[in-house]
């Protein structure tokens, strides 16, 4: 493709040995937040540290875990405890958890877990 010289055209990086590849197909094609990245942590540790990275420089967080970096790219850090507790057998148990979440951006697993009655 006849691009300026020095452009990245593709670069190749693994998460948790999956590899992913990005493509650079050029200024008219743009983010959505229909493509997102998810990234599954254990710790409320993780989820602060991941996303203090991710908004670094320019991003910024959005509601229940979202997260968009500096370049537009959305990102969902999700503690895995979230996962289980919002599809619990227990209709209200995992009720609770969609509901303390929805009231979230940065998921707190402290406060997930106070109100489902960890």
């Given at each position: 493709?006849?691009?300026?010289?020095?452009?990245?055209?593709?670069?190749?990086?693994?998460?948790?040995?999956?590899p992913?590849?990005?493509?650079?197909?050029?200024?008219?094609?743009?983010?959505?937040?229909?493509?997102?990245?998810?990234?599954?942590?254990?710790?409320?540790?993780?989820?602060d540290?991941?996303?203090?990275?991710?908004i670094?420089?320019?991003?910024?967080?959005?509601?229940?875990?979202?997260?968009?970096?500096?370049?537009?790219l959305?990102?969902?850090?999700?503690?895995?405890?979230?996962?289980?507790?919002?599809?619990?057998?227990?209709?209200?148990?995992?009720?609770?958890?969609?509901?303390?979440?929805?009231?979230?951006?940065?998921?707190?697993?402290?406060?997930?877990?106070?109100?489902?009655?960890?």
């Amino acid at each position: 493709m006849p691009v300026p010289k020095g452009t990245v055209m593709t670069v190749e990086f693994w998460r948790e040995g999956q590899p992913f590849i990005a493509l650079n197909g050029g200024e008219h094609f743009t983010f959505t937040d229909g493509v997102s990245l998810a990234i599954s942590v254990d710790t409320q540790e993780e989820v602060d540290r991941l996303t203090d990275k991710l908004i670094e420089g320019g991003g910024e967080e959005g509601p229940c875990g979202w997260v968009k970096d500096r370049w537009g790219l959305s990102w969902q850090v999700t503690p895995k405890l979230l996962i289980d507790l919002i599809s619990d057998k227990d209709p209200v148990k995992a009720k609770k958890a969609v509901d303390a979440m929805m009231k979230m951006k940065r998921i707190n697993l402290p406060e997930l877990k106070k109100a489902v009655g960890l």
